[in-house]
């Protein structure tokens, strides 16, 4: 006899303690696993290979029967391409990319971008442009690849690949969809799955910056559109992304500076259009300016054919006569071929129509659940075949990218299964016939006693987490916490409103006729969630008026359009929907829902699949705050969710009745337009300059060698003599000289025998003469005779600057001399010249200035607005309404004096500079860097200071050191934000005594 449900349910699932693994800024290196016996979770070393599960929707099937191996499926292609990318990217290689391309992906790897891009973000780009530049123009790195180029070209026609043995008969990947008219040419497709909450718009921002860069920088190379389509789902997704035209105020290329300055003239000539999918739909002449759609069924109205040029023109507008585009698809699950007339074929067959009439060179997919729908050709839940990078929720989750859903594991009714898992299935079999409508459907009123008792537990826990914002103190959080119900069908959807709410439509008599009038009264569940004719705590979302809303149809009404702007704006401070509590909808809510403080889900609905479920609990997915922790890594944030079986690792559960620590309200801390007098602005500075022809004319170079910062060579960070000895079977614990086997000692003899220190600063003058000439604006008639001229002149006076800092500034240690060969230090001396060295001032030569950024010239403290969970501690004397610290007490004792001296009239103001984003560039090692001092502070007489803690100083805080000094005397040369200063000090105890005695 087959097990039963319950049966298979008697072993438990053991709950994670803490589900986060790793920092969101690295790929993966642990996942966890179950043992399908015990239950026990696991902690295991490497990356979870990308699968899926198989399901059957007509089947009823336990939780465990799901995960079973016979269901799971992997996801070969999405392997194989991790190893290649993951080794084309070792070390930031990536060969055969163009110059434009290596520095795009090293620009995204640094990790002191004001806002550092995620692992997964990285990664989904990084796939597209090796499979689109590396293997799409024929060429393999010299390494094996995993996929070989014979099998990219299979999988482009739609052919079978070498490794299809390995799929147990699925459905074999191909990087093709075909459309159904013969006549237009194949679609190449690419799709990236991406948890709720990873960053798709992100991913498109770096995609776009890769191709328009590329073809800006040679015009020539078709590989990289130019112009740029993106397809958007509903109205309110299309408005978000706009961010994405290079030209908007709020772009996502500057928000998360993906493109490095000197590149941003080339993103700029591209071309980038945003379309609702409607827009896609087949029209003709004669129905220009009436509906696409009939209103009822939402279905294509056939008016009549269009030449796929004339659709073509009329939808892309100036990027018709652009050439071959590329096409990104936000969404992306809506667009596939079905077997009926609905949004997915009236988007996918624009697409088609457009491929015929220009070209699209590329479409790329961007879905957290890129699988077929129900209406395909495929069965339900079936991946799309072209999924060449997965980061699904259970890596997002592990990676603190999401909110962990919280489900119900256990409770004490004794059913092996808890009731509220699987919700409406205990709200079905407690029906009795008269608690049914014809046809079977369960009557509203059934559905919300049998109910009750789970929505009041959840919105007792909704309480708790909203009796903290109550708390909250004027620094702090105050968007409440919002609490969704989704319902099976509209009658349900429209008394759960009613109960919870207390509003309802009533008629009432006026003047001796019947009037229908809105009534607001008390609700059934809690008072916070009633409306008033002056305040709506809770939203009911009527779907068919939303849905014309999101269409941008011409008969929208402008209570939909209302409804929509609520929708789209839950959780946001002074927009429509700032003050909603709880959301009503039918189904699931549309994309484009992106409210971060949804803390608790309830599904009153039937729930086929684990896509259906993972889509609905998706809308409540999305972190509130991405302050990191001491570990590097994000504190989990959670979302507690009833009625949805959905089956992911079942995380830790809340115990008892206490608040988790991130239920608590974060703190806020911004600036106050009250203290406007104590705003301190700064230059965004991005470099220096010199006068163009300093080097030719015989001005000369010079260094200030007292302001320069020395240089130690070390054994601790180069070891000199190593010993080493035979090792034998595994050893645990540390190395030590232990054992039997005789030493042997290895030095670096054998390099100190064959390098001269005369040699090595030969190089290093050479190095730095190099790095200035490069660096000069040399035209096209002065061209490399010019430049040779610039450097025979120069590397005299630089030979004598750099045998000057050796003799001077250089700790050896009792180290060889020939030390300072390695490259560590050879690099560590080019920077720190590089940084000090400045044209000799004449009569004739301007100064050193700053080069500003061109698209920002300067910052501000009124930029300031973030919350975090770190504790706070309010200031007066700052723009800024409180400081949020670490767990480091230097910090607190720093803000203590500044607060003591503005006090005491010797500062009038200051700021302490987090995510206030100044910061002061400097390279370290070859590499280029951005330095974050700890403060600023400005002073009586209206000098601004940039004040840095520093302890034990290590080489790279020399050089930002360095930095910041020639930062301060380009920005005081340039004369016009005033003077400035730096200051060192070696704890904040001697903060007050240094500021005191220089100011």
């Known amino acids: 006899m087959p097990e039963t449900a319950a049966s298979q349910q008697e072993i438990p699932i053991q709950p994670v303690e803490d589900p986060i693994l790793s920092s969101p800024y690295e790929e993966p290196g642990e996942h966890w696993l179950y043992d399908e016996e015990t239950g026990e979770p696991s902690k295991q070393t490497g990356r979870r290979p990308a699968f899926y599960f198989n399901e059957d929707p007509a089947t009823d099937t336990a939780q465990q029967d799901l995960f079973s191996e016979e269901n799971r499926r992997e996801l070969a292609l999405v392997n194989r391409l991790r190893k290649d990318v993951r080794r084309w990217r070792k070390d930031e290689k990536y060969e055969n990319a163009t110059p434009v391309t290596k520095k795009l992906l090293r620009h995204w790897s640094r990790d002191d971008l004001p806002r550092p891009l995620f692992f997964c973000q990285r990664e989904a780009a990084e796939t597209i442009i090796y499979l689109h530049e590396i293997l799409g123009s024929g060429k393999t790195p010299r390494w094996n690849t995993e996929l070989t180029l014979e099998d990219y070209e299979r999988l482009k026609n739609g052919d079978e690949p070498s490794f299809s043995e390995e799929l147990a008969g699925d459905l074999y990947p191909r990087l093709v969809d075909p459309p159904r008219d013969g006549d237009a040419p194949p679609l190449h497709r690419y799709a990236c799955k991406m948890a709720t909450g990873s960053g798709k718009t992100v991913i498109m921002a770096m995609l776009i910056a890769w191709a328009f860069c590329n073809r800006g920088r040679v015009p020539g190379d078709s590989r990289f559109p130019s112009a740029v389509l993106i397809c958007a789902p509903n109205l309110t997704v299309r408005e978000r992304l706009q961010v ?151 890596d997002a989750i592990e990676s603190g990218i999401t909110k962990v859903p919280r489900l119900p594991t256990s409770d004490d009714s004794g059913r092996p299964d808890p009731k509220y898992f699987r919700l409406w299935d205990q709200v079905k079999d407690n029906l009795s016939s008269g608690d049914k409508l014809p046809g079977g459907a369960p009557k509203p009123e059934a559905v919300w006693r049998e109910s009750e008792d789970a929505l009041q537990t959840l919105a007792s826990q909704w309480k708790q987490r909203f009796e903290l914002f109550e708390e909250a103190s004027p620094g702090q959080d105050q968007v409440p916490p919002v609490m969704i119900v989704v319902c099976n069908n509209t009658d349900t959807a429209k008394l759960f409103y009613e109960r919870i709410s207390g509003e309802r439509r009533e008629e009432v008599e006026e003047d001796g006729e019947a009037v229908e009038k809105t009534v607001y009264g008390e609700g059934r569940l809690l008072s916070e969630f009633e409306n008033t004719a002056e305040h709506q705590n809770t939203v009911r979302i009527d779907s068919e008026a939303l849905e014309k809303a999101e269409s941008e149809e011409l008969s929208k009404s402008e209570a939909a359009e209302q409804l929509r702007q609520i929708v789209s704006t839950v959780g946001k401070p002074g927009k429509p929907g700032e003050n909603i509590r709880c959301v009503v909808s039918v189904e699931m809510l549309t994309e484009g829902w992106d409210a971060n403080n949804v803390t608790h889900i309830l599904g009153l609905r039937a729930f086929g699949t684990q896509l259906m479920c993972e889509q609905v609990a998706g809308r409540g997915l999305r972190r509130m705050d991405y302050s990191l922790n001491d570990e ?72 200030d060698f007292d302001d320069v910062e020395p240089l130690v060579v070390t054994p601790e960070e180069a070891p000199t003599t190593v ?69 025979h002149h120069l590397f005299p006076t630089v030979f004598q600057i750099v045998d000057r800092f050796v003799r001077e500034k250089v700790s050896f240690r009792d180290c060889n001399p020939r030390e300072l060969g390695l490259e560590k230090y050879t690099k560590r001396v080019v920077d720190r010249l590089l940084e000090a060295i400045e044209p000799a001032e004449s009569d004739e030569e301007a100064p050193l200035l700053p080069v500003l950024n061109r698209y920002r010239e300067t910052g501000s403290t009124s930029q300031v607005n973030f919350k975090t969970t770190k504790s706070c501690h309010p200031v007066q004397y700052s723009h800024l309404n409180q400081y949020a610290f670490d767990t480091e007490t230097w910090e607190q004792s720093a803000a203590f004096f500044l607060e003591k001296l503005a006090d005491e009239g010797i500062l009038k103001c200051h700021a302490r500079n987090e995510r206030m984003e100044f910061t002061i560039p ?78």
Not at 322 to 339: F, K, Q
Not at 643 to 667: E, L, M, T, W, Y
Not at 773 to 790: C, F, H, I, L
Not at 956 to 961: A, L, N, S
Request: glycine fraction near 8%; charged fraction near 30%.
């Open 922 to 999: 400097y390279e370290f090692e070859g590499t280029s860097h951005a330095y974050e001092p700890d403060f600023l502070a400005r002073t009586q007489e209206g000098t601004t200071l940039i004040i840095e803690i520093k302890g034990r100083e290590t080489e790279k805080d020399r050089q930002k050191h360095q930095a910041a000094k020639r930062w301060v005397k380009a920005v005081n040369n340039w004369g016009e934000m005033g003077e400035w200063d730096f200051e060192v000090c070696s704890d904040s105890q001697t903060l007050e005594q240094s500021i005191r005695l220089d100011y």
């Open 632 to 703: 590097g890594q994000f504190d989990a944030e959670y979302v507690d969710i009833y009625g949805i079986p959905f089956s992911v690792i079942p995380f830790r559960g809340r115990q008892g009745d206490a608040p988790q620590p991130s239920d608590k309200p974060k703190n806020h801390v911004h600036a106050v337009e009250e203290r406007a007098d104590y705003e301190i602005q700064f230059p965004v500075v991005e470099g220096y300059a010199f006068s163009p022809d300093f080097s030719a004319q015989g001005n000369g170079i010079t260094v």
């Open 244 to 394: 994405l035209r290079p030209d908007h105020p709020d772009s996502y290329y500057d928000e998360f500076e993906i493109v490095p300055s000197n590149l941003k003239p080339e993103l700029n000539k591209g071309k980038v259009e945003v379309l609702n999918w409607h827009k896609l739909s087949p029209d003709d002449e004669q129905s220009k300016g009436s509906k696409a759609f009939d209103g009822k069924t939402h279905r294509v109205v056939r008016k009549g054919d269009e030449s796929p040029e004339a659709f073509a023109r009329r939808r892309l507008g100036p990027l018709y006569d652009e050439g071959s585009i590329m096409v990104l698809n936000d969404e992306a699950h809506h667009a596939h071929r079905y077997s009926s007339e609905d949004e997915a074929t009236v988007w996918i067959s624009g697409l088609d129509r457009i491929n015929k009439a220009c070209g699209i060179d590329l479409c790329v997919d961007l879905s957290a659940t890129p699988f077929f729908l129900e209406g395909s050709e495929y069965s339900e839940g079936t991946p799309f075949p072209w999924i060449v990078s997965d980061f699904g929720l259970v």
């Open 723 to 791: 010993f080493v000895q035979p090792q034998v079977g595994y050893k645990k614990g540390e190395q030590a000289r232990t054992g039997t086997f005789e030493f042997e000692v290895q030095d670096r003899s054998a390099f100190y025998d064959s390098t001269h220190l005369q040699t090595i600063k030969f190089e290093i003058a050479r190095q730095i003469t190099h790095s200035l000439t490069s660096s000069t604006d040399y035209s096209e008639e002065k061209g490399p005779k010019m430049r040779n001229r610039a450097r």
